[in-house]
């Protein structure tokens, strides 16, 4: 079967870090996206693993354990922007190489 | 210079009506998807069409039928609409099948049943 969890909501502080964990198991696997989701707006890209590691990109770093079936996604110095749902999402390749989305993680942030 | 445009933005309608969304991406993408995003903001994966051809066919009604007529475009007919489809509808396009390639979205179309 297929599953993707993510916590669905987290409060963090302007400044502050904040960890998103996303844990997965999908009969095939051939890499992990995660997106941004602001209210009322399309998602938008942010991260791409498919090797075991961390991927830095300015203040956002994407994790990846593919042995776990475990990744994360770490937001530094948070902004108020930065409140919005983020998605971690699986490309199955054993499925028609279908882009499989979790429920998402709400994030607030407070000054 | 919108890169995946989809119309309309809202869509207000009565039960049993058939209405259509359009979708166009004007990135040279080869591969399309129609999502639907629920009220729980969950994002489900209805269609997918690579260079006008289905490849990802999920388990959605048939009353939903996607067409392609080339491959900027991907359109979504729905007939005889019922009050648990309403949602936001998400188009999506990327570059081809195979790793990497993210997805870009369009802006989404509220649909509203009433």
């Known amino acids: 079967g297929q599953n993707i969890d993510q916590p669905t909501e987290m409060t963090a502080t302007e400044g502050a870090i904040v960890q998103i964990n996303c844990t997965y198991q999908?009969?095939?696997?051939?890499?992990l996206f995660w997106y941004q989701q602001h209210a009322g707006e399309a998602p938008t890209f942010l991260s791409y693993?498919?090797?075991?590691g961390l991927e830095e990109k300015g203040r956002f770093s994407s994790f990846l354990s593919r042995s776990k079936g475990y990744s994360y996604l770490l937001l530094k110095e948070l902004q108020m922007k930065d409140s919005a749902s983020y998605l971690c999402a699986v490309r199955d390749q054993d499925r028609d190489d279908k882009i499989i989305f979790g429920k998402g993680t709400r994030l607030h942030i407070l000054p | 210079d919108t890169a995946v445009s989809q119309t309309p933005k809202y869509l207000v309608t009565q039960m049993g009506n058939d209405k259509s969304i359009k979708c166009e991406q004007n990135?040279?993408?080869?591969?399309m998807y129609w999502y639907k995003q629920d009220s729980k903001k969950f994002l489900k994966i209805m269609f997918s069409?690579?260079?006008?051809?289905?490849?990802i066919n999920e388990t959605v009604p048939n009353r939903f039928s996607p067409k392609s007529p080339d491959k900027a475009h991907l359109n979504l007919h729905i007939n005889s609409l019922e009050l648990g489809d309403s949602a936001v509808y998400f188009c999506?396009?990327?570059?081809?099948?195979?790793?990497?390639?993210?997805?870009?979205f369009g802006p989404g179309t509220r649909l509203t049943v009433t």
């Open positions: 693993n498919v090797l075991d």
């Open positions: 069409y690579n260079n006008k051809e289905l490849i």
């Open positions: 990135l040279g993408h080869d591969t």
């Open positions: 999908t009969s095939g696997f051939n890499g």
């Open positions: 999506a396009s990327r570059k081809q099948p195979g790793p990497g390639h993210e997805q870009y």
